[in-house]
C-alpha cells in the first residue's frame, strides 16, 4: 500500500524521532525500520531504558538513535530557540521544564534539523502530541489552521484495496464553516498523495434539506464554498452517510451529483463525529486506520491512536517521513 513511500525514501533515506522510546510498538516498529535502510529511528528517553525495554521484548534496535534530553549537550541552545518562538508567551523556565518532556523535546529535534520527521502518541494523548508542534512549527504558509485525516484502507473481494480519506476526527473540534472548506481541500489533496480520486461529501444528519438547523446550514453552506475553491474536484452536500455511499440510498434521496451514494472523502461536521466515525469503520468495518494524518503543518509530525499497533507505528513512520517534501 505504501511502497511508493517507500521508493521515495530509498531515495532520500530520513530520520524520524520516536517520541515514546520505550515503548514496546514503537521498539517493534523501529526494529522493523532497521532492517531497511531508508528510515532510521530516532528514540527519545534514557539509553539504559529503552536498551532495557527492547532486549526484553526481544527486538533488535542496533542503529537507531538515542536522544534524552536530560544530558542533550544542545539543551542550552535548545531552550534559547524555544523561547525566541515562543515570542513571550512562555518563559525561559517553562521552555526548559517543557523540553525536559519528549514531546517538546521531539519537536525542537525536527525544528533545529536534528531529524525529519515524527511522530508521536503511542501514549501521549493527542492534544499532547500535537500541541507542541502547534506551537512550534505553526502552520505551513496558506495555510490558517492545522486539521488531520484518516487514510481507511480494506482489502476487497476482487483484490484492490478500498481506500478512503476522512476528516477531521482528531483536532479541530467545533470547525467554523470557512474551517471546513480549508479541511476539505487538504483532505482532497491528502487523498490525491494516497491514490484516490476524491468525491467529497459534507456529512450531516440531513440529506440537501430534509432535516433543519444550524449545523446543517453550516455543513450546507461549507459545501457551497469548498466546490468554489476546488472547482476540478466533485463535492456535494450536506448528505447522510447512507446517501454518501449508497448508490441505492442516494436516489431514493433524490440525490443527482456523481457524488452521492460514490463518495469517497468524508468532512464530518466535528471531531465527536468524526472521532466516533473513523473509530466504528476501522473496529466494525474492517478497515485499517492510518491517522491521524496531520495537514497544514509546516513540518512533517503526526500523531498515533493510542490503541494502535506496531505495524500502524511501522505505516505511520513510512507515511510521515515519506511525504517530506
Ligand atoms: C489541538 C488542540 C490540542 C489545541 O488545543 P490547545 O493546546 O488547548 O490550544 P490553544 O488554544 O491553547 O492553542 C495553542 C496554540 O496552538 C495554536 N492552535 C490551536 N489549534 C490550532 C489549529 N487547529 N491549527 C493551528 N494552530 C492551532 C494556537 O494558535 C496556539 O498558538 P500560540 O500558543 O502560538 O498562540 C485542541 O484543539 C484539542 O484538544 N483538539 C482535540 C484533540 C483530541 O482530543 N482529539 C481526539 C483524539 S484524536
Ligand atoms: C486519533 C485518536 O482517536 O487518538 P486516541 O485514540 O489516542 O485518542
Given at each position: 500500500m505504501f511502497e511508493f513511500l517507500i521508493k521515495k525514501l530509498k531515495a532520500h533515506p530520513r530520520k524520524i524521532v520516536f517520541t515514546?522510546?520505550?515503548d514496546p510498538r514503537i521498539l517493534e516498529a523501529s526494529a522493523r525500520l532497521l532492517s531497511g535502510t531508508f528510515l532510521t529511528p530516532v528514540l527519545v528517553g534514557n539509553a539504559d531504558e529503552i536498551t532495557k525495554a527492547a532486549e526484553e521484548a526481544g527486538f533488535n534496535i542496533r542503529g537507531a538513535e538515542i536522544m534524552d534530553p536530560a544530558i542533550f549537550p544542545d539543551m542550552d541552545k535548545m531552550v534559547a530557540l524555544m523561547v525566541e518562538l515562543r515570542k513571550g508567551k512562555m518563559t525561559e523556565e517553562q521552555c526548559r521544564k517543557s523540553l525536559s518532556q519528549a514531546n517538546y523535546f521531539g519537536t525542537m529535534l525536527v525544528k533545529m534539523g536534528y531529524a525529519d520527521a515524527l511522530l508521536g502518541?503511542?501514549?501521549?494523548?493527542t492534544a499532547d502530541t500535537v500541541r507542541p508542534a502547534l506551537q512550534i512549527?505553526?502552520?505551513?504558509?496558506?495555510?490558517?489552521i492545522v486539521s488531520s485525516c484518516f487514510i481507511m484502507v480494506r482489502p476487497s473481494a476482487t483484490g484492490e484495496n478500498e481506500v478512503l480519506a476522512m476528516a477531521d476526527c482528531a483536532i479541530n473540534i467545533k470547525p467554523t464553516e470557512d474551517e471546513l472548506v480549508e479541511i476539505a481541500v487538504e483532505t482532497a489533496r491528502t487523498a490525491k498523495v494516497f491514490g484516490i480520486d476524491p468525491k467529497v461529501a459534507f456529512l450531516s444528519?440531513?440529506?440537501?434539506?430534509s432535516g433543519k438547523g444550524e449545523d446543517v446550514d453550516k455543513m450546507r453552506n461549507a459545501c457551497e464554498k469548498a466546490k468554489a475553491a476546488m472547482p476540478d474536484v466533485p463535492v456535494d452536500g450536506e448528505f447522510q452517510f447512507d446517501a454518501a455511499v449508497s448508490p441505492v440510498v442516494a436516489k431514493t434521496k433524490h440525490i443527482t451529483s456523481s457524488?452521492?451514494?460514490?463518495?469517497?472523502t468524508f468532512i464530518f461536521p466535528d471531531i465527536n463525529a468524526g472521532n466516533i466515525g473513523y473509530k466504528i469503520c476501522q473496529r466494525m468495518g474492517n478497515f485499517d486506520a492510518y491517522g491521524p494524518?496531520?495537514?497544514?503543518?509546516?513540518?512533517p509530525i503526526n500523531d498515533l491512536s493510542r490503541g494502535c499497533n506496531a505495524l500502524e507505528v511501522y505505516s505511520m513512520a513510512i507515511i510521515t517521513a515519506g511525504l517530506v517534501d
Open positions: 515514546e522510546g520505550t502518541g503511542a501514549t501521549y494523548s512549527i505553526k502552520t505551513k504558509p496558506g495555510s490558517k444528519y440531513s440529506t440537501l434539506g457524488v452521492g451514494g460514490h463518495a469517497n494524518i496531520l495537514q497544514g503543518l509546516n513540518a
